[in-house]
């Protein structure tokens, strides 16, 4: 899509965009499929995330163009030569809990609901996963009465004693074994014929 496209809506991509079309020309950002990649700065203060993106095509541009721009989207004219450099432009604390988030999603919050203490110490869990957390390692909790009744496991029966299973055979197994109570015996009698006479 256009940057036209997207009117007066809002977001780190549109700035990104705009910014770029201030100091390259209006001219590149007629094109669609422009690729905006931009840093978070921590200037200006209190600003919404979407009005501190920058270009970090920026950092490769003349450097007395380089410092104009910055200077007027920073807001900030007092800026000096080692202000410019990027790592010092950089809001790490935005993307310090970026990172914490990911760890999260990806370490920690399964960890947690596994039982598992927390791997990474230094992000410490949410409030709401520290509730849910006491709440499952909470010795008092009520039990529910599903988990109370169930069936026997295959070793032990509910006294606590092992069941006597008897060996399972298979088919081709009967031929040379006696597994059983045995043949059965067959009894004949014969009957004497009473003669006539």
Not at 15 to 27: I, N, Q, V, Y
Not at 64 to 72: P, Q, S
Request: charged fraction near 30%; aromatic fraction near 8%.
């Amino acid at each position: 899509r256009q940057l036209e496209d997207y009117g007066d809506q809002k977001g780190t991509s549109q700035t990104t965009a705009r910014r770029l079309g201030e100091f390259l020309g209006s001219e590149i950002i007629k094109d669609k499929g422009l690729n905006c990649k931009f840093i978070i700065s921590q200037l200006p203060h209190g600003a919404p995330i979407t009005e501190r993106a920058v270009p970090t095509a920026i950092w490769k541009a003349e450097p007395a163009v380089m410092k104009h721009y910055l200077r007027k989207w920073l807001k900030a004219p007092e800026m000096e030569d080692e202000d410019f450099d990027i790592r010092n432009v950089l809001d790490w604390d935005y993307y310090l809990e970026r990172l914490n988030n990911t760890i999260r999603k990806i370490i920690t919050i399964p960890a947690a609901l596994q039982k598992v203490p927390n791997p990474v110490p230094r992000v410490p869990h949410p409030d709401w996963l520290q509730t849910t957390v006491r709440k499952m390692n909470d010795k008092y909790k009520q039990r529910s009465i599903k988990n109370m009744f169930g069936t026997a496991s295959d070793s032990k029966t509910l006294l606590g004693k092992k069941e006597r299973t008897p060996h399972l055979l298979d088919i081709e197994d009967f031929q040379g074994k006696n597994t059983g109570p045995g043949r059965p015996i067959v009894h004949s009698t014969r009957r004497q014929r009473r003669s006539k006479t």
